[in-house]
């Protein structure tokens, strides 16, 4: 089983970055080329909501996201420190005036890895989060000897 770990500042300008190694990466473990695209598009989006949690609550820990390649699936988790239900958070802007703006961000997000990943698990706690997407591979082909 090999690991490659990718930390960044919560900064979206990060987010391209980590996108970019997720798809070399799953590209290398055996993840179907078709489904590149949706690596790509999911672990954007879960660094984007991992981001937007440290910004909105004013985390300077790194965000975390783990490039996991196994037997015949390839995992990525992305994790964040930031408290599942935070209390007490001054927010600004559309935010301020509906506290359900964020959770329903949130929920949208979440929404879309999960049509873009068959496999999902989120979880969530006052420690943080992670979400774990995981993809089926392909075994490189075995070199036929006369």
């Known amino acids: ?14 987010v391209r970055t980590a996108r970019l190694v997720a798809a ?3 590209r290398r473990a055996g993840v179907d080329e078709a489904v590149l695209d949706e690596v790509r598009l999911a ?25 996991i390649e196994e037997e015949k699936q390839f995992s990525i988790e992305v994790g964040d420190e930031a408290p599942h239900a935070p209390t007490g958070v001054r927010m600004s802007g559309a935010a301020a005036d509906d506290p359900d703006v964020e959770a329903e961000e949130d929920e949208m997000g979440l929404a879309v890895i999960s049509g873009l990943v068959d496999d999902v698990e989120v979880t969530a706690g006052e420690h943080g989060g992670l979400i774990r997407m995981t993809w089926p591979t392909t075994p490189p082909p075995t070199a036929v000897l006369p």
């Open 1 to 14: 089983m090999a690991t490659v770990e990718l930390r960044f500042s919560a900064l979206p300008e990060h």
């Open 24 to 26: 070399a990466v799953a």
């Open 43 to 67: 672990v954007g989006e879960a660094c984007s909501r991992a981001v937007g949690l440290h910004q909105l609550i004013g985390i300077t820990a790194p965000v975390k996201v783990a490039l």
